[in-house]
């Protein structure tokens, strides 16, 4: 069982930037696992953010942030990490990282085993 603690969400200005953290409970395993960033707006479905593969060597990410959301991890550390840059209202969500056993990027959520709590991201225009 894989615990993920997410961190980092708040209000922030249109155009501004957020680190999102989320670490994981074992250590063991973690870079046994790829690890994904979701959000969910309300009244809407959980969406695919970004994801990243076991060792970082890969990432992939959803249309409406790429160039501006950048995800890394650090195993040593076991925490993974969603950089968030330029952001813009339409970003406003609870963010959630989770694990999956695949060896690369998934945006499929169903392939993620475990999650995290979420944390609220605010953009004001």
């Known amino acids: 069982q894989v615990q993920l603690v997410e961190s980092g969400g708040g209000l922030v200005q249109a155009g501004g930037s957020l680190r999102l953290s989320c670490a994981a409970s074992?250590?063991?395993?973690?870079?046994?696992?790829?690890m994904g960033w979701f959000r969910q707006a309300p009244g809407k479905e959980r969406e695919f953010v970004g994801a990243i593969s076991r060792y970082g060597t890969s990432t992939y990410y959803v249309d409406s942030v790429k160039g501006r959301f950048t995800i890394s991890r650090n195993n040593a550390k076991n925490t993974v990490y969603l950089q968030m840059n330029s952001l813009k209202p339409e970003d406003t969500a609870v963010y959630y990282c989770a694990a999956g056993k695949g060896p690369g990027p998934q945006a499929t959520i169903e392939l993620y085993d475990y999650w995290g709590q979420g944390t609220q991201v605010t953009v004001s225009s």
């Open positions: 074992d250590g063991r395993t973690f870079s046994s696992y790829a």
